[in-house]
């Protein structure tokens, strides 16, 4: 079963590349996804009591994160690495034998601090969300907003929240809409 703390039940490359959650396409990357096929590889786990845990020191290794997630109960990791030169890719997959210890991880791991490093946590998601492609094939969640393909709809980057404010009505033509992000009320025109 599902979390219930999910920003969106269904992946949408669409919904993802805006922060409103409308839907359009402003990369290639977006494109790329729309028409990706993407079948995730078999577990040896189950993917609902699976964490995705991202933003690791490169140096990490497995036995540090081991100790690092047994405070939440007994974890099994899976750091990720580069199949040619071995060198972890910045992210691990932490799996729990219950759902009370993911959930305890996933409330209690989250932005904690790991060699320097301040870590994410989040539910996996290629399993457990239909339609999933992952960041090599332009979907995913995250990214910088350098790059200019941050992605929403996860825990660290959600859609923002458009509500519409009393007295004020949005322009026919233009759209205008009122948005309040972290307590502040910003107008943006789509």
Known sequence: ????KWFSH???P????QPSGRVGAHDRAVLKALVAHY???SLDTNPHLTLFVSHLNRSTSEATLCRHFAQYGKAEVHLVR????????GYCFVTYPTQRMRDRCYQEAHDTWLEGWRLCVDYERAHC???WVPRRLGGGFGG????GQLRFGC???PFLSVEAVPGCSPHPKFGLIYVKMRGILFHMCF
Request: hydrophobic residues 20%; positive net charge.
């Open 1 to 4: 079963m599902p979390p219930r």
């Open 10 to 12: 269904q992946y949408d």
């Open 14 to 17: 669409l919904r993802a590349s």
């Open 39 to 41: 079948t995730p590889p």
């Open 82 to 89: 580069h199949l040619l030169t071995g060198a972890s890719q």
């Open 129 to 131: 969300m239909p339609g």
């Open 144 to 147: 910088r907003k350098q790059s």
């Open 155 to 157: 825990r660290t980057h």
